[in-house]
Nanobody, 128 residues
């Protein structure tokens, strides 16, 4: 029922920026969280960032992106963004947005089983 549609991926040089969007439909309230995950070739899917719409838009970041990426939402609370700055060679991956409950430790831990809806993924390529 909940649907996530991602956009904004593409090719960028090291040090460049991209902004990903995740459009959310199917929620009937604001008690949810949206996380961004990424999966590089031959690696597991890891949490990158999370915003808890239910918890006053509290945000969380994986350590390697904390000073470079920003997660935010628009005023409708139905679109979430991931602004990625100073992209590095270790950042290329398929990026996914995922929806989970707005309570508990889902956002702080960004554990995959805590999220019940996933987008299709958008490719981010960093190349010189």
């Amino acid at each position: 029922q909940v649907q996530l549609v991602e956009s904004g991926g593409g090719l960028v040089q090291p040090g460049g920026s991209l902004k990903l969007s995740c459009v959310i439909s199917g929620f009937t309230d604001d008690y949810y969280s949206i996380a961004w995950f990424r999966q590089a070739p031959m690696k597991g899917r890891e949490g990158v960032s999370c915003i808890s719409i239910a918890d006053d838009d509290a945000t969380y970041y994986e350590d390697s992106v904390k000073t470079r990426f920003i997660v935010s939402r628009d005023n409708t609370r139905r679109t979430v963004y991931l602004q990625m700055n100073n992209l590095k060679p270790e950042d290329p991956a398929v990026y996914y947005c995922a929806a989970g409950p707005g309570y508990g430790s889902v956002c702080p831990t960004m554990s995959k089983p805590g999220f019940f809806s996933w987008g299709q993924g958008t490719q981010v390529t960093v190349s010189s």
